[in-house]
Every structure is written in C-alpha cells, then in structure tokens.
C-alpha cells in the first residue's frame, strides 16, 4: 500500500511561491477578487483553470449527498491543481474560497507552456501535482465509487483500470460492506447491475465498458479527430511512452493511443530490478506512471481507452480507425502496440479470466490471494518477477505457496540469473518443470486444478484458486496487417530484416531502404515487443522509442 505522503511532504505538495516566482507568473493570468464561498472550480469541470492565492484563503472539498467533505485549505502563495489539470482532464474536487480575497487566475494552456520553458516553476508544479495525486489516490479522495465484488471479473477489470490509470477512487464491496443496500437503494441500483461506477455522485454507469468509463471521467477530451497530427504513437507501453515523451518535447504534434493503461505488460510487473537507474528496483506502474507524466508534461495528447481497429495506409495522411468509430490522422505513425500472454489451450478459460486466472500480478491481485497456494504458468522475467513477489507479500507460515509450470527442462534459457537465484533460494517457491495444467474447475470462481508432468505423465490435482497465466507473447499486429510486413510468428519486420519481396509487394516508393525502425511502409515504424527481433526488456523498448522519434523527424522532411 502506498504510504499517504500528506503529513511527511506537505512542504512539497504545497509550496509558497516567492515575490520573484509570483512576478514570473503574473504576466500569464489575471488578478481577481474572490468571495467567501464562491466557487472557483466546480468536481467534473473540464480544464479548470489555474488559480496563486494572492490574499485570503481557498479551500479543495469533495461534494456529496451529505454535504462537502474537506481535503486541505491552502492559502496566500500557494496554488490550485493536479495532474488532471496538465492531461486537461476533469477536475477531482470543487476549489471554493474559504474567506475574502483575491487570487492571480491562469488559463490551462498557460500553465502547460510554463512548465515547459521555465524549469524551476515546471519542477516546484510538477512534484507538488504528483503528489497531490498520490494522496488522493491513498485516501481515495475523488470522484468515483466503485460497487462490485471480488468474486466479479469485470469488477476487477475496473478496479485494475483505475488502479493503472492513477485515478483515484472509493471502493465498496456487496460482500463485504455492512452498509452496502442504503448505497444501492439510494442510486437505484441492485445487486444484479454489479460493478456499478458512480462518478461525481451523479451518473451512475452500471457495468461500464473501459472506453465508457474513460470518456465519463473526460480522459478523452481533446482527441480532434479533424486534426492531421505530425505523430500517431499506437500503444503506451515504456516504447510508445518513451517516442511520446522525446518527440513532443521536440515540438511535434503528438497523440497516444492507448486501449487500457500506460505501461503495457511493463506496467503490470511487481518490480522492475534491471532498469537502468535504479537498483532497488522500480514497479513496472510506477515507470510507466512517471514516462506518462513527462508526455504530459511536453504536451503530448494521450487517449485511453480507444483501441485501433484499423490502419489505412493507402493514402497520406494515415489514418488509423479506432474502436469508438472515430478516426485519426497524422503524417508519421510508431507503432508500439506490444504483444499479450498467449493463453492456454483450455476449454472453459474464459469463464475464469479474472475469477481466478489473471494476467498479470500486481499488489490487486497479490490481495486477492494473499497466504494462498497459487499457481504462475511461464518461464519468462514477467512469470519470475510475479513468482517472487507473490512468495514475498505472504506473512503466514506454510502458507503462500507459489507453484511454478513451465514445459521446458529449466529456466536457464529464458529468464535472468537473478530470478532464477531467487526462486531457487525461495522455500515458498516450487519449480515445476515439464509441466502443464490440463484442467479448471469451480463454480462461481476458480476452486481446483490438474496438472501433468510430461516426462513421468503424473497428475495432480489440487485446491488451487489462483493462476498466473505469463505464457509467450503474441503480437498485437492484427489491425496493421493488411498494411505491413511480418515474421511468421505474427511480428512486424523492419529495417534490414525487410526483403526485396516485402519491399515490392508493398510498393517501398523510395530508392532509399527502410530506415532501421521502419516498417514496409514509409514512415510508419515500429518499436519494442511488437517489432520482429527485438530485445524483450524494458530497457531496450525505451531506447527504440526514443530513436523512432529521431526517425520521425527525418520521414517528415522526405518529400
């Protein structure tokens, strides 16, 4: 759980700004009076504006049926704002003046060119927005309520998009909240439209999609679907983020699509321990947390919850289509749509995605199964990483057990020697190798699973409720297909691996060959997981990232 950084890091979260800071912003807004009780921005308002108290008092409170509840009060040299003020999505809280006086009031857009010129200002806003959220996020201050179950799969699918989104939110099972039927009753909801988002203590969305949800809370706001962009960035994994975050600090006009959260199969990882940088380690949310930020910083747009269904390359422009029915265009397209878990061949899996089986393991899931014996199919870092984390977060003894499966003879070939060590050194930690799950069984939920030794042709079967699922990877390639060269396995080729073939069916109109990231069509590029030959670390998928932008730039001048 993340430690509530209010009481340690007030001076931070909220800072006084100088005379000399102050003069630096006063050109950039307006001075204006304020009244006791005068609302200045409104819970749900769309790119509030940016307010430094100058004289008196302002107060941040959640609105509800029972009245306002209070947050913080800041004063003069202090100022309003979050990081939804820099993504212009909609405001958390209602800022209300708490006493007469009189505040220097800023547009948005002002804001977000002043944290990217001037560096000082951009640091003291930045950190003080992050933290802000962070506290929000602890004490689930904000303007969502989800109503669901932990027996529910789509209760945790939106449970983990919030979670993954950093948005704030207060959680009520019907389980296990005495309290729970005066919620139910008072929004006229039952048991049988469980999940159940309520936003802002007004809409009620009764088993959301993760694109309804997204557009509800206003992540979508500024998509112009009439705009032609320099840059189309399709996927916010560490590659995507990183080709964000570098060519919209270059001043190109960039817009990132992203189907359900920053990070991709990074984002999921428990801890990150071989990333350049940090050597005790870094959560695959918390990186890709941090690279969103900085997109946003450099004014990147960045879309969550909009799939691309297609990508019409006949023509410039591109185009790219999108699950919502709208289309985007831009002049240069980096495709970092990354690659899923291959599932497993078992007939009844779907009924126990997200009731038992899940494809990823980060601190909500390691509750759901918190001191229980579990399963982690795959021999890979991701199924290693999640392996360890799951032994560490038990604190029963001879509970906990985590069962490794792999098909193979070992790990050695897949995995890195750290988390082999770790595995082999773990007592909570069994290696099962040769070995594949051949059944599930459960009812509402996952309750047992059989399991076959290849080499011996033993089965066992066990009181198992949880299963890790981190099997291959299968290239999100399918909506690009028809446009681009790929491997036989599904991955788009690139570079130097593009042949004569590849280059004529795809009629390559330069004399120049396909520059080191880029795909059989010119200007479109791709990078990390879902590019043939690349180096499965996160690492590596930044680097690629952060060299496509260069590679953007110089597509952008060919005639």
Known sequence: MLQDPFDQRRGQMFPKLTDEQIDRLTPLGTRRSMHRGEVLFEQGAQDARFYVILRGALEFVLPGEDGERPIVQIEARQFTGEMSMLARRRSLVRGLAAEDGEVLEMPGDALRTLVQTDSELSELIMRAFILRRVSLIVRGQGDVVLIGSHHCASTLRLKEFLLRNGHPFDYIDVERQADVQHVLERFGVTMRDVPVVICRDTLVLRSPTVQELADTLGYNADLAVTAVRDLIVVGAGPAGLAAAVYAASEG??????????????????????????????????????????QAEKFGASVAVGRSATKLVCERRPYAVELSSGEVVRAKAVVIASGAHYRKLPLSNLSRFEGAGVYYSASEMEAKLCKNEEVIVVGGGNSAGQAAVYLSEVSDTKGAGHIHMLVRGDGLADTMSRYLIRRIEESPRITLHTRTEIEELDGDMHLERVRWRNSRTGEVEVRPIRHVFSMTGAVPNTAWAEHCLARDEKGFLKTGSDLTADDLAAADWPYPRPPSLLETSTPHIFAVGDVRAGSVKRVASAVGEGAVACQLVHRALSDN
């Open 252 to 293: 190109l006009d960039v817009l990132v699509l992203e189907s359900y959260a920053p990070g991709g199969q990074a984002g999921s990882s428990s801890k990150i321990e071989n990333y350049l940088g940090f050597p005790t380690g870094i959560s695959g949310q918390a990186l890709a947390g941090r690279a969103f930020n």
